[in-house]
Structures are given as structure tokens and as C-alpha cells.
Nanobody, 120 residues
Framework: QAQLVESGGGLVQAGGSLRLSCAAS????????MGWFRQVPGKEREFVAE????????YYADSVKGRFTISRDSAKNTVYLQMNSLKPEDTAVYYC?????????????WGQGTQVTVSS
């Protein structure tokens, strides 16, 4: 099982930027995809973005397309989520996840989460 540790969350004003990091360890991540999800109290966890560790192909939720960028640094075994033009509705706990390509995220590994708060 992989170990994932998120960092970089915090408080930012609307229109600002934050970069989240996810340090991954415990396995080789080739043939894996890495993702970011977020959750607010009382709501289901929602998909934000994912990246293929091998190909670098990315996918985004419509709500963040054009504002967020997911990337990975294979040398550092780290995945990033660059968040620009932040909105109050982006406020949530952000989770990093890894899953073998072709399998459900629920079968993969998850970090503990990092809080992002966007003030209006």
C-alpha cells in the first residue's frame, strides 16, 4: 500500500493561488494514476484532477478546468496541484489518491488531506 502525504493547504483570498503537494512512497508508481479529490462537510468527496504517472495524461473536473493544473515529478515521487483564480467554492479538504490504472479509486491509497480555505 502506498503512503501519501499532502501539504500546501492554507487560507487564501479569492483570486489567489496555492500549490498542493503530495509526497508518495511505498511502491513503484508506474502503471498508476494519481489524483486529487476534495470534500466539504456534508457532501460527497468529488473528483478534481488526475494524472497518469507514466504518460502524464491529465483529466480535470469541469469546475476547475482552466484554473487548476496537476503535474508529477517522477524524480521526487511527488504530485502537485497548482490552483489559480481560487474561488470561495473551492474551499474544502483536498485529498491525494493513487490507484492502479483501470481500477477504482476506492481500491487505491489515500492521504490524510489538507485544508484549503478561500475567503471572499
Amino acid at each position: 500500500q502506498a503512503q501519501l502525504v499532502e501539504s500546501g493547504g492554507g487560507l487564501v483570498q479569492a483570486g489567489g493561488s496555492l500549490r498542493l503537494s503530495c509526497a508518495a512512497s511505498g511502491r513503484t508508481f508506474s502503471s498508476y494514476r494519481m489524483g486529487w479529490f476534495r470534500q466539504v462537510p456534508g457532501k460527497e468527496r468529488e473528483f478534481v484532477a488526475e494524472v497518469s504517472w507514466t504518460s502524464g495524461q491529465t483529466y480535470y473536473a469541469d469546475s476547475v478546468k482552466g484554473r487548476f493544473t496537476i503535474s508529477r515529478d517522477s524524480a521526487k515521487n511527488t504530485v502537485y496541484l497548482q490552483m489559480n483564480s481560487l474561488k470561495p467554492e473551492d474551499t474544502a479538504v483536498y485529498y491525494c489518491a493513487s490507484a492502479k490504472s483501470g481500477t477504482r479509486w476506492s481500491l487505491g491509497s489515500w492521504g490524510q488531506g489538507t485544508q484549503v480555505t478561500v475567503s471572499s
